[in-house]
């Protein structure tokens, strides 16, 4: 008897998590900041585990392809305050422009907005709550997450993993 209740007991636990992550999911917008959310001409690029392990450093592969996180205030690109643009380390795809580019304390680089078309948007349960995570457009490479404490205008802190990133200046 015991067994059973135990079963049905997780079983509505089960129903009750999946309810709620279809209630936020179904509640969080696709495209956090409202810019557009039309179809972009990005050709997308598709490899395998073995191809991308063989462009990308061990940690690189771990952020852009696990959707691992570096340590906060490991990457050299918090202290970046040259002009230029700031593009996926696995494709090269323009992502930040550098005046977008902000100090928000939290020891990742930090990012108010981004170029249209060039972000692709989730939900993430990884830490029980929902966040919303986001990634590379063209090659679908874990950048970071989008968090609604960033500065005017957008009020959006987009918290991104320094190892994904390359920085290209003007």
């Not at 874990?142 to 990133?165: I, M, S, W």
């Amino acid at each position: 008897m015991r067994r059973r209740h135990l079963v049905l007991g997780l079983l509505g636990l089960g129903a009750s998590a999946t309810a709620m992550r279809l209630a936020v999911a179904g509640a969080a917008p696709g495209n956090p900041d409202n810019k557009s959310e039309a179809m972009t001409d990005i050709e997308t690029i598709e490899k395998s585990a073995s191809e991308w392990k063989e462009i990308l450093t061990e940690e690189q592969f771990y952020v852009l392809r696990k959707e691992g996180t570096e340590s906060p205030g490991s990457s050299p690109l918090n202290a970046e305050k040259r002009e230029g643009t700031f593009v996926c380390a696995g494709c090269e795809l323009p992502l930040f422009k550098s005046e977008w580019k902000y100090e928000s304390g939290t020891g990742w680089p930090s990012f108010w907005s981004y170029i249209d078309g060039h972000l692709g948007f989730k939900r993430d349960f990884k830490m029980i709550l929902p966040r919303t995570e986001y990634h590379c457009a063209r090659c679908g490479g874990h950048q970071g997450h989008v968090f609604d404490d960033g500065p005017e205008p957008t009020g959006k802190r987009y918290c991104n993993n320094g190892v994904a990133l390359k920085f290209e200046p003007a």
